[in-house]
Nanobody, 125 residues
Framework: QVQLVESGGGLVQPGGSLRLSCALSGFTLDYYAIGWFRQAPGKEREGVSCISVSDGSTYYADSVKGRFTISRDNAKNTVYLQMNSLKPEDTAVYYC??????????????????WGQGTQVTVSS
């Protein structure tokens, strides 16, 4: 079975850091993009950061540029989201997902096919 399992969420103070991990397994068809998305209470799901599997091209939402970094470890079939200088507005459930294609310059949740269960990130003092 296709599985994406997020981990690494938790409670952190403003200005702190977290690293989220997404372990991928069970894929029969190739995927070409991996993304991190988040959904806060009362808000729609938004793309945070996405990466192309083939060439490493990345996308970041304006709100996280300079603070978040997406990366992947092909050998471990794992993608990471390093989150620094966290703000209360970063509080959300964070999901990882895969897509069968990559389009430069966008990271849209409705284009992604397989999703993890999510991990809660809470930024509060």
């Amino acid at each position: 079975q296709v599985q994406l399992v997020e981990s690494g969420g938790g409670l952190v103070q403003p200005g702190g850091s977290l690293r989220l991990s997404c372990a991928l397994s069970g894929f029969t068809l190739d995927y070409y993009a991996i993304g991190w998305f988040r959904q806060a209470p009362g808000k729609e799901r938004e793309g945070v950061s996405c990466i192309s599997v083939s060439d490493g091209s990345t996308y970041y939402a304006d709100s996280v540029k300079g603070r978040f970094t997406i990366s992947r470890d092909n050998a471990k079939n794992t993608v990471y989201l390093q989150m620094n200088s966290l703000k209360p507005e970063d509080t959300a459930v964070y999901y990882c997902a895969t897509d069968t294609s990559w389009t430069t310059g966008r990271c849209r949740s409705y284009e992604y096919d397989y999703w993890g269960q999510g991990t809660q990130v809470t930024v509060s003092s």
